[in-house]
Structure formats: structure tokens, C-alpha cells
């Protein structure tokens, strides 16, 4: 097991930087050594200035994931047509996985609708060989925005992170570090993550710092999945 990857120590005890690195991610992930990480989870912008970014994710996880790694990516809506052509250009469909969000309801005012879900996309590197995931619906508590204005709920991330095998796990889009918590501390496993603004990394590093894992190990992680 090796803390390093590339240039950057990875996360999952008290590392200086807690596996969270600032900068703009297709700067840093330059650094990044070909098909070394296992497994890729984020949340990209939603907003249709930032659909480029999904082109460059494709790419980019597609040199960085080793054969059968996977890359979900929770998405907005609005948009998916073009974020299935930008994803599709680099990576194989696996499944569009169904996130319950309750609570208050963000309105999408040039589509007249209100949804009470989101998207996870999932593709991957090659045929995708990994756990049995069950059902596709997931559900979640209410998104937390403690740290971070687009954050997402820890259960929401552990009803999918906790279905997955250890592993390097790379979240370009850090934010306010729920991946990191919940893969580097709740789970026990290796991350590394970059956020371009320095005062959300500062916050997300406390963050992650300050997560204790459960005394319950998470139900998905009792299932038995099939390996083939």
C-alpha cells in the first residue's frame, strides 16, 4: 500500500493535507500517473457554462482509471443528453443509477419542474466487471449545505461508496468534502481530491478531520455481491 500517488499523498488518516489538494483539477490531474486509481466519484457544476468539464472528465478518467475502473458522476437534468455524449466519447455506459432527494425542491424555471431525484451516471473504463449494486434507486437525507453551498449528503454518498471495493479513489470537484469523509474516514479507504477555491479545501480538510466513523458497518456493506 502506498500513501503517494504521483506527486500527491493520498487521504484516509490525518495526512498535512488530508488528501485535498487546491488548484484547478485539469491542472493538477496533469500529475496524476496512467490507470492509477481504482475509482472515481463527483459531483461536477450543473450549470450549462460548465458542460465542458464533462468532456474533460471523460478523457481524464479514461487515462486514469485502471481496465474496469468506474466513474460516477452525479448530474443535473437540464443537460444530459450532452453529458452522455461527452462521457460516451471516452468511457463505456454502465447505468444511470436514480438518487432520491427530499425536502425542498430546487425549481427548474426554464423547464417548468421541480425534481425530487437526480442522476448517477456510471461508466467505465473498458467492460465493467464490479460488485452486484441491487437496486438502482437510492435513496438520501436532505443535501447538507454546511460546507459547502452544492453539497450532498453523507448518505447519500455512502448508499453508493459502501457498495464499492477498496480502492484509490480520485473526486476532482471536491467542494465541501463530503466524498472525502465518507470514503477517506467512514469507510477507511484511499482518496485524493482537488477543489480550485482555497477556503472551501481549508473547510473541507477540517471536515474530514473532524468525521468519526460509525459504530455500524453500512447495510450496502453486509450484502454479499456477486464478483463476476
Not at 484516509?12 to 493535507?17: A, I, K, L, V
Not at 450543473?46 to 486514469?64: D, H, I, M, N, T
Not at 482509471?65 to 463505456?92: F, H, K, N, T, V
Request: charged letters at 20%; aromatic letters at 14%; glycine letters at 10%.
Amino acid at each position: 500500500m502506498t500513501d503517494y500517488l504521483g506527486p500527491y499523498q493520498l487521504g484516509y488518516n490525518d495526512t498535512p493535507e488530508g488528501g485535498i489538494y487546491v488548484g484547478d483539477a485539469r491542472e493538477l490531474a496533469r500529475a496524476i500517473p496512467d490507470e492509477s486509481v481504482d475509482l472515481i466519484f463527483t459531483d461536477p457544476p450543473y450549470p450549462r457554462e460548465y458542460l465542458p468539464l464533462w468532456r474533460w472528465l471523460g478523457e481524464e478518467a479514461s487515462r486514469v482509471l485502471r481496465p474496469g475502473g468506474l466513474c460516477l458522476a452525479m448530474s443535473g437534468q437540464s443537460y444530459l443528453p450532452d453529458i452522455y455524449a461527452a462521457l460516451s466519447s471516452s468511457l463505456e455506459y454502465h447505468w444511470t443509477f436514480l438518487l432520491e432527494t427530499p425536502g425542498e425542491k430546487c425549481t427548474i424555471w426554464p423547464r417548468r419542474v421541480s425534481p425530487g431525484w437526480k442522476p448517477v451516471l456510471s461508466y467505465s473504463k473498458g467492460p465493467y466487471s464490479g460488485p452486484w449494486w441491487g437496486t438502482d434507486v437510492m435513496s438520501s437525507q436532505m443535501n447538507d449545505k454546511r460546507f459547502h453551498r452544492w453539497g450532498q449528503s453523507e448518505s447519500a454518498v455512502c448508499s453508493f461508496l459502501s457498495r464499492l471495493p477498496d480502492g484509490v479513489l480520485w473526486e476532482p470537484f471536491c467542494g465541501g468534502g463530503t466524498t472525502a469523509a465518507v470514503w477517506g474516514k467512514v469507510l477507511g479507504h484511499r482518496y485524493l481530491a482537488f477543489e480550485i477555491d482555497a477556503l472551501v479545501a481549508k473547510a473541507a480538510r477540517v471536515r474530514v478531520r473532524q468525521t468519526q466513523p460509525p459504530l455500524f458497518v453500512p447495510e450496502a456493506q453486509q450484502l454479499e455481491f456477486e464478483r463476476t
